[in-house]
């Protein structure tokens, strides 16, 4: 876009419909806040500056935002018109387009904003509002027209009458503005309203009436006109936008068996041909190769998995499956793992800030953390890496070729060599040479006739015919 735009994203009110002590454009959609959905349709533009008013619990939004936008404070919460003068400083006289906008509107595209801005430029509008036809106006102001199809006013909801109230066009609360005009013109909003508040669609108005004349632009998807004013909204905005991100994968060549029960984070990357099952969840910087299957109700935070990898309703967290490997079900990868080609991770199991080597099986459950791990190794059932003495974290090393016996402990700081053979039930404190066995369990001692001397034997709960006979 040649002409440079600067944007003002309103995010001062309060929110009191939310019902919540998280500030309105801090809910999430798709583990992203509100104010997040708009600052990347604006910045998608590159426009000059982005300024985002805050007010209410603004310690919420600028923690969050830091210096990705200038924030402007609107000490009083008195309207849009208002919120927009906490912005005259830095835009005042200035030539160009400025682009209002409210921060809890998520489903607002890029390329309607372009065309919004590409339609205000061309028709020299000193105002622009984007609008849409909606099944259901409530609660929205309508678009007046005159017999010219001229625009001439909004008509709030509850001013409308009969004939008003039948209109389907309605404000989207999005604004174009010629800049130089909006701040030359803002100071005559006045606030006689039952709200006692300052609005920018009086300016439709005031403009025309110093001989200027506003106009429309119309979005066909009314979706993106949205408002995120209740938890109810935001149920049906997150929606709107999962459907959006499972649609375009699936046009991609991602197989999703059901769209309507899978949860997808925007900046996840999918190759093709790989099979999501239902209630799987991929979120944050997840990238998943080509040729994978995801099992039903796994859950996959910020990794990457690469090709031909099967994952049965499992959870990985910020780690790496290499190419052909395998987990689950009801297994669990904690971040910093690194899994090698043809690695079986079993059921039951939990890797930790491990590297696994390329063909090694950890059957089922097991504990692995802390730990590099060769290849061609087999982990028996029930083996846990005893990493914590309960001050500091300490790291194990088992060479390539190794068989660790079931029930093992291996206690680290320790290193197993390659080849080594550790024997069933054996606590490993001390390292493991080539070629070796290592045992480390107490010789098995039986006791005769010690059966009378427990008290369990005796007791209630074991009566003449469950005992046993010689």
């Known amino acids: 876009m040649e002409n440079k735009v600067n944007v003002i994203i309103l995010a001062a009110g309060k929110g009191t419909r939310m019902k919540s002590s998280i500030h309105k454009v801090m809910h999430e959609i798709c583990h992203r806040p509100l104010i997040d959905w708009v600052l990347d349709g604006v910045c998608d533009f590159d426009p000059a500056q982005i300024y985002t008013v805050v007010g209410h619990d603004r310690d919420q939004v600028e923690s969050h935002l830091q210096d990705r936008c200038q924030l402007v404070v609107e000490e009083k919460q008195l309207g849009t018109a208002d919120a927009v003068k906490a912005v005259r400083r830095s835009l005042a006289g200035k030539p160009g387009v400025t682009l209002v906008l409210n921060g809890d509107s998520p489903l607002l595209t890029k390329e309607t904003i372009d065309h919004l801005i590409d339609f205000h430029l061309k028709s020299k509008s000193p105002l622009t509002l984007l609008t849409a036809d909606l099944d259901d106006p409530a609660g929205y102001g309508r678009i007046i027209y005159d017999q010219n199809h001229k625009f001439i006013r909004i008509v709030e909801q509850k001013d409308a009458n009969k004939e008003e109230l039948a209109i389907k066009e309605v404000n989207s ?18 606030n006689h309203n039952s709200q006692k508040e300052y609005y920018l669609t009086d300016l439709v108005e005031i403009f025309r009436n110093n001989g200027f004349g506003p106009k429309t632009y119309k979005t066909q998807d009314p979706n993106e006109i949205l408002g ?14 999962q459907k959006r991100i499972n649609t375009k994968l699936l046009v991609e060549g991602v197989q999703i068996i059901d769209p309507d029960h899978t949860y997808i984070d925007r900046d996840v990357e999918i190759g093709r041909d790989t099979i999501i099952e239902p209630n799987v969840q991929l979120i944050g910087k997840t990238k998943i190769g080509n040729n994978c299957r995801i099992g039903m109700s796994s859950e996959i935070r910020n990794s990457i998995i690469h090709d031909g990898v099967t994952v049965t309703s499992s959870l990985i967290e910020d780690s790496q499956m290499m190419d052909r490997s395998d987990i689950g079900p009801n297994s669990h990868l904690r971040p910093n793992s690194v899994i090698g080609q043809g690695v079986h991770i079993g059921n ?70 390659d080849h080594s053979f550790i024997a069933a039930g054996s606590t490993i404190t001390e390292d493991v040479p080539f070629h070796a066995l290592a045992f480390g369990r107490a010789r098995q001692v039986n006791k ?12 209630a709960f074991w009566s003449d015919d469950k005992k046993s006979t010689k």
């Open 228 to 241: 995120v004013n209740d938890l109810l909204a935001l149920n049906v905005a997150n929606r709107i936008i």
């Open 348 to 417: 039951f199991c939990e890797i930790k800030n491990a590297k696994i080597g390329t063909n090694t099986k950890v059957g089922h459950l097991s504990y692995v953390g802390d730990a590099d791990l060769g290849e061609e190794i087999n982990v028996g059932c029930g083996v846990v890496f005893v990493n914590y003495d309960g001050v500091n974290k300490h790291r194990s090393t088992i060479g390539s070729y190794t068989f660790l016996g079931s029930a093992s402990n291996i206690v680290a700081p320790v290193t197993i060599s």
């Open 173 to 190: 609360g999005v604004y174009c503005f010629d800049n130089q005009l909006l701040f030359d013109y803002l100071d005559q909003v006045q």
């Open 448 to 459: 005769s006739d010690y059966w009378d001397k427990l008290p369990l034997a005796n007791s």
